[in-house]
């Protein structure tokens, strides 16, 4: 067996390089219709004919080697370092039958850094709609390369693909054009300068803008000295290389391509007519939001009672099938509930995210852009922030990951730093029990409270997001270009499969996320909340026995008096009652406490971490639901979720920083502490005050 | 006239481009001179402007919109 081949997919936002990625590797990598939507580097193997293995590696998107924006420069990055273990062998450059004039644009300056390339013509499914014809024999030979015509989405062509891959040796190298010649004597200077060195590669290494990149500079180090011209004069020459390529391209395609404009129909015109007008645009994206949050609490009930009830039972069968001990204990009491507290929203998530990742597939997620972008503007923010802001309510870590095809500096960290706010999808199961616990049910106009409610709580994190961003735009003295250009695509009928995988992959990390971290705290609590220090919790029989001994309780009573003041004494007990003061002005009692100070490793623990503690002590059979309905506030006695504590809670999750996932992926694109520092103990200091100042106008 | 001042549905060819003001990118994406450009659709208060530039479809804010210099067909 030979080496594998390095084979890097590299083309123009959206034309379905990652599809391409998927067909040849067979893994799952996301597919969206959205330009930016893979944003670093994804890597798989190929099975090529004659037992030859291809190492692909799927790079986001770029519209030329002249990087603007972070995603872009880790394709330059890579193509500019031959030192690197990834830098490719083959080029496979992905282009969209629709946008072939633009796509070609990058393929002819990848054909200058003499990297063997072979072109991809994808979405041919496309070409009798659009009434296009390609002369591939003629293009072949224009464009000094083999061409792939495919379709990922009816799986056509790929096998020939792999042919072409296979045979990279036979490629040609030659450039396509000879860009050298917009000034004939500056990279006359420059061949001699550097005699070893591949001209066009030195061009780019002189244009690139500092401000990206950490590109093997040293290498180039010498061209420093070769910056003869000025910022204006390098761009003016861009500008003109960009013309002079653009010429070819066009000469080119008028013989290989013709577009039969009588029989290309346009859906496109016709939906952004309503879809992106003033008026019916913003009427339009408010029914959908509205929907969405109707559909997540009307759709998955009964699936989740049916949960409920399941791992309730689950939990007892466990007790009284299991021989009595400590372990049946943790595992009934701990590990059981634990994990039914996140099974349970499953049903919720996965509508979540089904309607996002439809939102994204159809390419509608760009008209948002547009019709937000003034809006979101005035806060300091780009219309390209509204996708973070919306995929945000699934997980802020991908949210956070989506802003790197933000231009601006400015509008990107103040993205990542307001995008915490937004609703995630780990603070719906605590809204939701919550809600359900102190909003009464009924309806309003069809739409029931409770929905409205969680409605308003989303609502609540956007505006805290857009009004941080207002703050932050105004104190944050960052100067940079402020840019905005989106590509709008054309409207695709989602694609069952890829909205499925989405769908099943997003709730799969979710569940198995969270899951772990669920388990392990759950144990840890159990045990905190089975053992104690001192008399009080090992004597705790002999002490409640003695202090009720005149009042004529009945053997369960009593029994659950003692199990309480175990519960209480301790370790978790202790530590809670330590904590209490703090939480007291709020209107929660210990367990709560508990509850809010574990959600720190990630939110979803909370309802976890209450089934847990409840159940310890208590035999009887219950829903997590009922057991919260249940518990008394110890001091002023009534329900302790009422509506004063419930809103209090809902306010407290709302605007509180705690996931530390997050707070990893906010150092890892800021790289600094500062920031994601920041944002933990601005936003939970602020989601205290707000708690509390709740609590204590609604008691 | 300068591509801000395009009406919807109204088509111009683009005749200059300020090299200065306009982000190379947007070049890269079609906006040359000599290129046919519609104005698709306009956002509140014209802006940002939802164009089809060559074929292309992009939206791009008005502040980048006037410093693109376009003729239109009936001049
Ligand atoms: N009609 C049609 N659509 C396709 C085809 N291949 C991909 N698509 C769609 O094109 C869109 C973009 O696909 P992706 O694979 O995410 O494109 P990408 O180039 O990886 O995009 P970025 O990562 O954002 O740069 C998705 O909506 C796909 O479903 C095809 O052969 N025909
Ligand atoms: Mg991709």
Known sequence: ?699 | MTLAELKRGQQGIITDVSSVHIPLKLLEMGCLPGNLVELVQVAPFADPMYLNINGTHLAIRKETAIHIIIETAHE
């Open chain 1, 1 to 699: 067996m030979s080496k594998q081949i390095n084979v890097a997919l590299i083309g123009n936002p959206n034309t379905g390089k990652t599809s391409v990625f998927n067909a040849l590797t067979g893994l799952n990598q996301k597919v969206g219709n959205y330009p930016g939507i893979t944003v670093e580097k994804k890597e798989g193997i190929c099975k090529l004919p004659r037992g030859v293995k291809a190492h692909i590696i799927d790079l986001p998107g770029t519209y030329s080697l002249n990087a603007s924006s972070l995603d872009e420069n880790v394709v330059i990055e890579l193509l500019l370092n031959k030192n690197d273990k990834d830098y490719p062998d083959l080029a496979v450059v992905v282009s969209d039958v629709e946008n072939l004039k633009r796509n070609l644009l990058l393929f002819t300056q990848i054909k200058d850094l003499k990297i063997p390339t072979i072109l991809v013509i994808n979405m041919s499914d496309r070409m009798a709609y659009k009434g296009i014809s390609l002369d591939i024999d003629y293009l072949e030979q224009e464009l000094k390369t083999k061409i792939a015509l495919i379709s990922t989405r009816k799986n056509k062509g790929i096998n020939e693909l792999k042919e072409l891959i296979t045979h990279y040796k036979e490629l040609s190298t030659e450039p396509c054009l000879d860009a050298s010649s917009i000034d004939e004597s500056y990279f006359e200077n420059l061949r001699k300068a550097f005699p070893n060195q591949l001209l066009y590669k030195l061009w780019l290494v002189i244009t690139q803008d500092v401000n990206f990149g950490k590109t093997d500079r040293k290498t180039y180090d010498a061209v420093e000295d070769f910056k003869t011209k000025s910022k204006t004069d390098l761009k003016r020459l861009q500008q003109k290389e960009t013309i002079k390529r653009y010429q070819f391209i066009n000469e080119t395609l008028k013989k290989g391509q013709t577009i039969d404009l009588n029989s290309a129909k346009d859906l496109r015109i016709k939906l952004d007519r309503i879809l992106t007008h003033k008026v019916w645009g913003y009427l339009i994206f408010g029914a959908i939001l509205l929907t969405i949050f109707q559909a997540i609490y009307d759709w998955s009930s009964i699936p989740m009672d049916f949960i409920d009830s399941s791992f309730a039972s689950l939990s007892e069968w466990t007790k009284n099938t299991l021989p009595e001990g400590a372990f049946t204990n943790l595992l009934a009491e701990g590990i059981i509930s634990g994990l039914g507290g996140i099974v349970i929203f499953i049903p919720q998530i996965a509508f979540l995210f089904l309607f996002i990742s439809i939102l994204e597939e159809s390419g509608y997620m760009s008209r948002v852009v547009f019709l937000m972008d003034r809006i979101m503007r005035r806060f300091g923010l780009s219309g390209k922030s509204v996708v973070p802001l919306i995929s945000g309510t699934a997980c802020a870590i991908p949210a956070i990951m989506a802003t790197r095809n933000i231009e601006s500096w400015k509008e990107r960290l103040i993205t990542i730093l307001v995008t915490p706010f937004t609703t995630c999808s780990a603070r719906l199961p605590v809204y939701l029990i919550i809600i359900a616990l102190v909003i009464p049910e009924g309806r309003i106009l069809g739409l029931s409270y409770q929905a409205l409610t969680l409605m308003l709580l989303y609502l609540i994190g956007f505006g805290a997001a857009v009004g941080s961003a207002w703050i932050l735009n105004k104190i944050l003295k960052i100067k940079s270009k402020s840019f905005f250009v989106v590509e709008m695509p054309n409207y695709k009928l989602p694609l069952f499969k890829n909205v499925a995988l989405t769908v099943l992959e997003k709730t799969k990390a979710f569940v198995f996320g969270a899951g772990k971290i669920i388990l392990a705290i759950s144990i840890v609590l159990w045990f905190l909340a089975s053992y104690g220090p001192g008399d009080n919790f090992n004597n705790a029989d002999t002490i409640v026995t003695e202090q009720y001994a005149s009042e004529n309780l009945t053997e369960d009573e009593l029994h659950q008096k003692i199990e309480s003041h175990k519960l209480e004494h301790s370790f978790i007990g202790i530590a809670g009652h330590a904590i209490e003061p703090a939480i007291r002005p709020l209107g929660y009692d210990w367990k709560i406490g508990i509850a809010i100070v574990s959600s720190f490793a990630a939110r979803e623990v909370f309802v976890g971490t209450l089934a847990t503690i409840y159940s310890v002590g208590s035999d009887e059979e219950e829903t997590i639901k009922n057991r919260m309905a249940g518990e008394v506030n110890p001091i002023l006695g009534g329900p302790l979720f009422n509506f004063a504590s419930g809103i209090s809670l809902l306010l407290f999750y709302a605007f509180a920083m705690q996931c530390m996932s997050t707070l990893a992926v906010v150092k890892k694109e800021t790289n600094s502490w500062k920031w994601p520092m920041y944002q933990l103990v601005i936003m939970s200091g602020f989601a205290y005050i707000v708690a509390l100042v709740a609590y204590q106008v609604l008691k």
